[in-house]
């Protein structure tokens, strides 16, 4: 397993999860949510800058055949654009895209179960899933040995 931090991104057209695992790579824990718009792409980079991130993980809408649509298209074009903005500051912090299947129905469920309702469960809803988004990403890696998904 590698060794450091890693963030996820459960990114959506109003708001972007963010998750972030221990240095060990052993549990994910929610970190907060971003609104997307002016300053989203920033405030990545500093949490990237700030938790020493060595890499993002970024889910990726996947059909149940597997294929990619349209979302899928527009999650890859905001990933680069992460990509870039990490690197921008001489970031050596990878990106990788992972399927994100059923990620934010889990998130959902989970949420219920804890009684989280309406508004409440809606405001950290996107942090759940990329929670969710990260610790299959940590679970496969440390199960195959191997990084997750696929390098952007």
């Known amino acids: 397993m590698r060794r450091g931090v890693r963030l996820a991104l459960d990114i959506g057209d109003v708001r972007i999860g963010v998750a972030s695992s221990d240095p060990h790579g052993i549990l994910a824990t ?3 949510t971003i609104r997307r718009g002016p300053g989203d792409l920033d405030r990545i980079a500093a949490l990237v ?7 993002i993980v970024v889910g990726l809408p996947r059909s149940l055949s597997g294929g990619e649509g349209p979302a899928a298209v527009k999650i890859r074009e905001t990933a ?3 990509r870039a903005k990490v690197q921008e500051g001489n970031s ?3 990106v990788r895209l992972v399927d994100e299947r059923f990620t934010t129905v889990t998130a959902e469920r989970m949420l219920r179960e804890r ?5 409440k469960r809606r405001a950290v809803v996107d942090q759940a899933a990329a929670v969710v988004i990260l610790q299959h990403a940590l679970d496969v890696e440390r199960e195959t040995g191997n990084p997750p998904g696929r390098p952007l």
């Open 80 to 82: 680069e654009l992460v």
């Open 30 to 32: 929610p970190v907060e």
């Open 49 to 55: 800058a700030e938790l020493e991130a060595v890499e």
């Open 92 to 94: 050596g912090t990878g």
């Open 115 to 119: 009684g989280k309702k309406g508004s």
